[in-house]
Nanobody, 116 residues
Framework: QVQLVESGGGLVQAGGSLRLSCAAS????????MGWYRQAPGKQRELVAT???????NYADSVKGRFAISRDNAKKTVYLQMSSLKPEDTAVYYC??????????WGQGTQVTVSS
């Protein structure tokens, strides 16, 4: 059973920081690319960052220089360190793994709210 459990969201002031965690189970974590996505009300879900099994990272232009994705294979956990947060970052953040073209798995999401 594939399971992804996000945590670490909350309410923060603009300019503040948060660290999101995603605990994974049910698949061979170390060989898969992991991702963070986010979705604001009324908007489409968008890619925030990905990290491959070899540690290569990719970021949306809107978060480059502010967010950092990392992984701990021993703990089967992927992290998203968010700094210099802006109100535009407010969204539900989801952890993702795509095990095949048809099998896309998501966590329950964690709410991040950035106030002005």
């Amino acid at each position: 059973q594939v399971q992804l459990v996000e945590s670490g969201g909350g309410l923060v002031q603009a300019g503040g920081s948060l660290r999101l965690s995603c605990a994974a189970s049910g698949f061979i974590f170390s060989v898969n690319t992991m991702g963070w996505y986010r979705q604001a009300p009324g908007k489409q879900r968008e890619l925030v960052a990905t990290i491959t099994s070899s540690g290569r990272t990719n970021y949306a232009d809107s978060v480059k220089g502010r967010f950092a994705i990392s992984r701990d294979n021993a703990k089967k956990t992927v992290y998203l360190q968010m700094s210099s947060l802006k109100p535009e970052d407010t969204a539900v953040y989801y952890c993702n793994v795509k095990l095949s073209w048809i099998n896309d798995y998501w966590g329950q999401g964690t709410q991040v709210t950035v106030s002005s």
